[in-house]
């Protein structure tokens, strides 16, 4: 069963940058792309468990902080060694001014 | 703990699973955000500049070289020319596997590929190990990159300032590399997908190599093995050098670099041959800032860790004698003061390798 739930407001994610979110014993990342859109993702890189909000946001690009793999985070691809296994990626809107992020 | 088993296939690697020293949480300098970022950006121009100036000196010194060749007065050419080879090519193999080196992903690729191939590594497989040398800095047997195991092997450290058993080693592992894909100790890191490419990689190598070598009989000469290959042993010094500096006699089985890692400052040369690796405690710490940012967040974070070594003769003056006491007994290593700034090493998080230190 899906659920949507309020990560955060929309001035808590600078533009080209992520911050981390828990829910649920669960941790999430939340992006803010530099074209003003939001996206979501699991919060640890595929291949170490590491959390990504310390990473880099490139463009579309999140850079892992401890080995330099790059995902996609629009879509979650792995993009670069060391990362082979995609980051799972989660449903995210706006409303009034709050990031709403669906989750199972 | 002593008589400790280096194979990545043994009991030590087992244990640092079981235990959670592998793949742990690491002690990291706490630095704003934003500070954070603006460190980590990355750019092109350092890197091209670099590039253009490395590439540059190693076609003229080599084409001195061969110009001069065979007189006595090529030698300052070829010696030039090897540690641009055989040491400038351990740092850019490094930095541009990070990915950090430039901005635009194709030129660190293209580097990498040139830096994997003159300092005789695997493209393909050291990606990998380096990965895990930062997941298990020193950890023993899961570290595939530790340099000076204990007790430390003085004849064979020797030995590799001229490259010899890194090179020795390097070729047997590059035919069975070639013919069946990466080793049995490579399989432990390198995930199964990128097997074939570890095969096509080493296939690509050795067919350079064994190119040069026909040549080389062809012409009745070793001029060609002076440009491509032998300078990996008469270039290696320097990145010898530098290299043991990094964790050498300091603590290993601990998950703070500040234990096991070593900043030693360098003049101008050394930094631009290392690319800044001389920061190594900042680079473990944070390995997403690009090697032309690390004197920036030495500055930033310096409160917080050991007092660098002020040149390499004092960082060996430090390290040698440390190295022989592991002779004598493996457990010790050298444990440096903390500024008053600083927090605290963890005692608790590392009882078993704090009790052996002075």
């Known amino acids: 069963m899906t659920q949507w739930i309020d990560a955060c407001a929309t001035a808590d994610v600078d533009e080209e940058d992520l911050i981390r979110f828990d829910h649920a014993g669960r941790t999430y990342a939340i992006y803010h792309s530099p074209e003003g859109e939001f996206f979501a993702t699991a919060g640890k890189c595929t291949h170490e468990e590491v959390h990504l909000c310390d990473g880099l946001v490139m463009g579309h690009l999140i850079e892992c902080p401890k080995h330099n793999g790059q995902f996609d985070y629009r879509t979650g691809e792995a993009m670069r060694a060391p990362v082979c296994v995609n980051l799972k990626t989660y449903p995210v809107r706006v409303e009034g001014g709050r990031v709403m992020l669906q989750v199972e | ?54 590439y540059g000196c190693m076609i003229l010194f080599a084409g001195l070289g061969i110009w001069l060749w065979p007189s006595l007065w090529s030698a300052p050419f070829w010696l030039a020319y090897g540690v641009l080879y055989g040491s400038a090519s351990d740092s850019r193999w490094h930095e541009c596997g990070h990915g ?40 023993v047997g899961r570290d595939p990159e530790i340099a000076v195991m204990r007790p430390p092997e003085f ?23 070639a013919l069946t894909g990466p080793t049995k100790d490579e399989r432990t890191f390198v995930p199964e997908s990128e097997w074939p490419k570890v095969r096509r990689v080493a296939q690509v190598h050795l067919a350079i190599y064994l190119a040069t070598i026909a040549l080389a009989l062809w012409m009745g000469s070793i001029l060609p093995l002076m440009v491509i290959g032998l300078p990996r042993l008469y270039g290696a ?72 070594n002020r040149s390499i003769a004092e960082g060996f003056r430090q390290m040698w004698p440390a190295l022989r006491r592991q002779l004598r007994n493996e457990d010790y290593f050298l444990k440096r003061e903390l500024p008053a700034t600083a927090k605290p090493y963890r005692e608790d998080f590392h009882t078993a390798a704090l009790g052996a230190a002075e």
């Open chain 2, 100 to 139: 950090t080196a430039f901005k635009t992903p194709w030129m660190n690729n293209a580097v990498y590929q040139i830096a994997s191939f003159m300092i005789m590594r695997n493209a393909a497989t050291w990606r990998w190990s380096h990965a895990r040398h930062h997941t298990d800095t020193y950890i």
């Open chain 2, 1 to 54: 703990m002593s008589e400790r088993n280096y194979s990545l296939l043994g009991p030590d690697g087992a244990r640092a699973v079981e235990t959670g020293l592998a793949a742990a949480e690491w002690y990291h300098t706490e630095v704003p955000r934003k500070v954070m970022k603006e460190l980590m950006g990355r750019s092109d121009g350092p890197a091209i500049r670099d590039t253009i100036v490395l």
């Open chain 2, 237 to 308: 010094w320097h990145h010898v050098m530098t290299g043991l500096l990094q964790h050498g006699g300091l603590a290993d089985n601990v998950i703070d670099h500040r234990l096991n890692s070593r900043t030693v400052l360098m003049n101008r040369v050394s930094r631009f041959i290392y690319w800044n690796m001389n920061y190594h405690v900042e680079h473990h710490m944070f390995p997403m800032v690009p090697y032309h940012a690390l004197p920036r967040l030495h500055e930033t974070i310096k409160h917080d860790l050991p007092a660098p």
């Open chain 2, 155 to 177: 004849a064979k450290l020797i030995l590799n300032f001229f490259g010899i058993l890194d090179v020795l080693k390097f070729f047997p592992t590059l035919i069975q590399n």
